[in-house]
């Protein structure tokens, strides 16, 4: 059991975190181990994990021949601990806080950062409030944040009012902010694109990222830059952006007063990393741009059905948006193609349960009934 290698003990009335990494309970490193050398770590953070990082970068089998591209890779983001991309940053932030002597950690969210939140608090002891928009939380994320025993405010408003309010909260009182306006977020979830440049050995020529506060895009533009200010790589990608179309404000140059899209991760007026997003935009060469609803459920169909990646429909505005670029004609030959998969289909029942079934059915528990189902008798 992993907690088995943890041991928590005080020095200096700090409360400390450590992993014995080295024990053969403890198979995996984290991002904090792996990436010690590239984080804001000092002797005395705490270094812990609970198996954030390391995510497939997975090869298309279907959908790379309809963009005519040298290849497409899936990061599978969905594959850390909570499902989502946020475990990357949301560790660093905690081990940090922690170092501070921080008890308590509060953030705002649209479901994935107070999952996050919710389970590193739970690990570290600290205790964790969430402050989330009414009626704009997928289900599973909701059910998990319950699960990890967070304190949970639902507020009658926007995401972009709920981090208002955290913001607040925690000048306010002593409680550290997680989300992605922490620095040590991005520090976190720059490591993903070390991860690609890794697996790539070099950064792909083009990187599609769905964009929702905008902190992501911003963090994997600075993992490149550091990749290639190391020469790990060669060339930097071109950053591709996409917001859903009722909650564009990049792409609209004004904030959304009542963001609306399919996929809630992302429905966000008011992103608090707006001009970094669009510096890195800008330094890359690349767009910010909007898909639609159905252009996202198209994409979050086709993932699932064609290639085994069930992701969620905010993860999915990547994928929407090189689909849209390759049917607007560009020329993607010879180009090597990554789209971010920020978070796992699991997390919203809901949009899956309106996925029409290829064959469901109710039968007698007989071997023939089966057979009869299947046409095969
Ligand atoms: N994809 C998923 C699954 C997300 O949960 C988010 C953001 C994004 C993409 C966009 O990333 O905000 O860095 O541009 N979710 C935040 C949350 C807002 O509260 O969980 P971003």
Not at 153 to 159: E, L, P, T
Not at 169 to 185: G, M
Not at 196 to 215: K, R, T, Y
């Amino acid at each position: 059991m992993l907690v088995a290698c943890a041991e928590k003990f005080t020095i200096n009335g700090a409360f400390r975190l450590e992993n014995h990494n080295n024990s053969p309970n403890c198979m995996i490193n984290g991002i904090l181990k792996r990436y010690k050398e590239y984080l804001p770590i000092t002797g005395d953070t705490p270094i812990f994990t609970i198996g954030e990082g390391d995510t497939p970068l997975v090869e298309s089998a279907n959908i790379s021949d309809s963009i005519g591209c040298a290849s497409l890779h899936f990061k599978l983001e969905g594959c850390n601990p909570t499902g989502s991309f946020k475990d990357r940053g949301m560790v660093v932030a905690v081990a940090k806080a922690l170092e501070r002597g921080v008890k308590s950690i509060a953030c705002a969210s649209t479901g994935n950062t107070s999952a996050s939140a919710a389970a590193y608090g739970a690990y570290c002891g600290l205790k964790t409030t969430l402050i989330v928009p009414k009626g704009n939380v997928a289900r599973g994320k909701l059910a998990q944040a319950v699960a990890y025993g967070a304190h949970i405010a639902i507020v009658d408003g926007s995401f972009d009012k709920a981090l208002e309010i955290a913001r607040e909260l925690c000048l306010k009182h002593p409680i550290e902010l997680v989300n992605s306006v922490n620095p040590n977020r991005i520090e976190g979830q720059k490591t993903a694109a070390f991860e690609i440049v890794e697996d790539l050995g070099d950064a792909p020529d083009h990187l599609f990222i769905p964009v929702g506060n905008a902190g992501n895009i911003v963090a994997y533009w600075k993992g490149f830059v550091e990749s290639r200010r190391r020469e790990d790589c060669n060339k930097l990608p071109i950053l591709n952006g996409y917001q859903a179309e009722g909650a564009a404000p990049i792409v609209i140059g004004k904030p959304v007063d009542f963001p609306e899209t399919v996929a809630s991760a992302i429905r966000i007026g008011n992103p608090a990393s707006w001009a970094k997003a669009v510096s890195a935009r800008d330094e890359s060469g690349g767009i910010i741009d909007s898909v639609t609803d159905d252009e996202i459920l198209a994409a979050y169909r086709l993932l699932a059905s064609k290639e085994g990646v069930f992701c969620e429909p905010a993860s999915a505005a990547s994928v929407a948006g090189l689909l849209k670029q390759a049917k607007s004609g560009i020329d993607f030959s010879g180009k090597k193609i990554v789209c971010v998969l920020t978070g796992n289909g699991l997390k919203d029942p809901d949009i899956a349960n309106e996925i029409e079934p290829t064959s469901i059915g109710e039968y007698a528990a007989e071997l023939e009934s089966v057979e009869e189902a299947l046409s095969l008798a």
